[in-house]
């Protein structure tokens, strides 16, 4: 992920959603996140998202008002209301770039899809 100060992002990140720093070096960060793996990456040319596109993290039910609540408590940017199935919040990182932390995972999310009248979803499972 492209961000302009390395530093700022880190906190986000590390110190406010709680991924878990594995490396740091002068151009670039590696961090986790569940099963996946953040790499933030210096660019002085970063521009906020203008679209739907987003990460979307998932959380345990019992974790999710905490981290909302310390999220707007920082006062980072809410993008969107929530009109999807399960809790979630949606907000942005330092750069502006959209994000949501989601109580369910993938799986959950196809299942309410699939189940919404007239939804649409393309699914192998």
């Not at 993008?79 to 959209?98: A, I, M, T, V």
Request: glycine letters at 8%; hydrophobic letters at 35%.
């Amino acid at each position: 992920m492209a961000v302009s100060d390395l530093e700022r992002s880190l906190v986000f990140y590390r110190d406010l959603l709680g991924c878990k720093q594995v490396h740091v070096w002068d151009s670039g960060a590696y961090l986790e996140a569940g099963n996946i793996w953040l790499c933030l990456s210096p660019d002085t040319s970063v521009q906020p998202s203008k679209d739907y596109s987003h990460i979307a993290f998932d959380i345990e039910t019992e974790k999710f008002e905490s981290l909302s609540k310390k999220i707007i408590a920082s006062g980072t940017n809410i993008w969107k209301e929530n009109r999807s199935e399960g809790e979630s919040l949606y907000f942005c990182d330092p750069d502006g770039q959209h994000l949501e932390i989601h109580v369910g995972d993938l799986a959950s999310r196809l299942k309410a899809m699939k189940n919404k009248k007239g939804g649409h979803c393309d699914s192998t499972t």
